[in-house]
């Protein structure tokens, strides 16, 4: 019977065991929010995209249930967004002993366990499906991490440990806070039907009704966020503001290397029709080009955003060569060995935890150690008692111009080489036109990626050319 010791208290009871584990997440979670076809389509059924929120991961059996149910409805929608909110992530042993009961999740625990490491406090995503499930996973506590977290979700779980042991999970503040995420007509649902919890989810603008349980539980929760008030939409309270466009429709790409193209192949894999215009005559001719780069995270004792975001990088990097690129000629997942200068503080243990790392003396006898000073040895790097190295498991190199190429050529994008942009202008109706220096429409498109590198300045912050509203850059921002 999984519990978690920190709260006293277990993920599911003892009548919950077995298949009954799973019967109770498919009737509180996914048909308390019509997400199971069943004699008539799910509430899901052809959307372009659906966007799932769940306030505590825990082993993660809600996740592979949606997993799923999206994967055997037909009419499933094209890309399915899975964030959520867990302060203590478990082991991926854990993951895999917990749904080993049910043989159907099995493959796609397996799946999600292979992706399960750098969990440090902060957000996290992880693909699957070739990116069209997308697991956003934010570590730390409900309330700070549900204020990270960006969308208007259609399906809301609200799950956690009892409210005795964990109140903060249903705190009227944290139900604010998801009422915040919530788009008007979003579906929400909970095992958890005290009357308190039900008085702050009317609150928060939801209404609510207690229905039928399965044994052990007499009841569940199922709600439906309709507030009597216009909700104020969470961009409305950011410094910097989001774009507002509904559906993918058109967007100009200006840079044709990594960054440019990474930006692009994401928005076609979204359904956007995407231009990319280069000054070069080929895609990746600057700092994209280079014959090889390492693929390794940035650390920190303090796992500053630098680091986190390179972590981030890494990650969705190696994800992505190793769906489009060849392993052994443009990719290899070879591990990287990263040397730190005589007296460097060493890293803190739970990031060697988190991410699979060892730090190494040469003069260590552990078994990762001889691992790490194995590799070091045939890389002829030299370590003594003083020289500590850190081994990334999860690192290698790529060839980034062969991946730029692959994006490029892919469904949805059109390269436009020798086309050097000079300026941008603002048309009628949101729409924007990319001028050459002579004063030529290169392009006219809804939305405006700039990653054009050292020139991205002087497009963006030429006052002699400025863009018809202020740009952030300009602004100070």
Request: charged residues 20%.
């Amino acid at each position: 019977m999984p519990a978690n010791p920190r709260f006293g208290d277990v993920y599911r009871s003892k009548g919950e065991q077995g298949d009954a584990g799973l019967v109770q997440a498919r009737h509180v979670f996914l048909r308390g929010c019509s997400l199971l076809a069943e004699g008539k389509h799910a509430a899901w059924a052809d959307a372009p995209s659906w966007q799932v929120l769940e306030t505590g991961f825990g082993l993660g059996l809600n996740f592979l249930a949606t997993w799923h149910a999206w994967r055997a409805d037909p009419a499933r929608p094209k890309r399915l967004f899975y964030s959520a909110v867990e302060a203590w992530p478990p082991e991926a042993n854990d993951i895999l002993r917990s749904a080993a009961p049910f043989n159907e999740l099995m493959p796609l625990a397996q799946e999600l366990a292979s992706q399960w490491r750098g969990l440090l406090p902060g957000v996290h995503r992880l693909e699957f499906e070739g990116g069209r499930l997308q697991l956003t996973l934010a570590v730390g506590e409900v309330q700070p991490m549900l204020a990270e977290l960006t969308g208007q979700f259609d399906s809301i779980y609200i799950d956690g440990f009892s409210p005795a042991l964990n109140p903060d999970m249903w705190s009227l503040h944290t139900l604010k806070a998801v009422a915040r995420l919530a788009r008007r007509g979003a579906c929400a649902a909970s095992w958890c039907v005290a009357g308190e919890v039900r008085e702050r989810l009317i609150t928060c603008g939801f209404s609510v009704e207690r229905v039928p349980g399965l044994p052990p539980k007499r009841h569940a929760l199922r709600a439906k966020f309709e507030p009597r008030w216009q909700p104020r939409l969470r961009a409305q309270a950011l410094a910097i503001p989001l774009p507002t466009i509904d559906s993918p429709l058109r967007c100009t790409v200006i840079g044709g290397g990594l960054a440019g193209a990474s930006c692009a192949y994401s928005l076609a894999q979204r359904g956007w029709q995407v231009t990319v215009l280069d000054r070069a005559p080929e895609p990746a001719a600057g700092a994209s080009g280079l014959p090889a780069g390492v693929v390794a995270p940035h650390v920190s004792p303090d796992d500053r955003p630098l680091s986190r975001l390179s972590r981030a990088g890494a990650r969705a990097t190696l994800k992505r060569v190793q769906l489009l690129a060849r392993e052994g000629v443009d990719f290899a997942l070879t591990g990287v060995l990263e040397r730190h200068a005589p007296g460097e503080r060493r890293l803190p243990t739970p990031w060697l935890d988190a991410n699979n790392s060892k730090v190494s003396r040469a003069t260590t006898h552990a078994a990762g150690d001889r691992l790490t000073l194995e590799k070091a040895q045939q890389a002829s790097v030299p370590l003594n008692d003083t020289q500590l190295a850190l081994w990334h498991d999860h690192a290698g190199w790529i060839k980034p111009a062969a991946l730029v190429r692959t994006m490029l050529a892919s469904s949805g994008i059109t390269w436009r080489g020798s086309q050097a942009a000079d300026r941008l202008e603002s048309a009628n109706a949101g729409v924007w036109r990319v001028l050459d220096s002579a004063g030529a429409v290169l392009t006219e498109s809804e939305l405006v990626v700039i990653a054009a590198g050292f020139d991205t300045r002087a497009l963006l912050c030429d006052p002699g050319k400025p863009l018809p509203s202020p740009c952030m850059h300009c602004a100070g921002k």
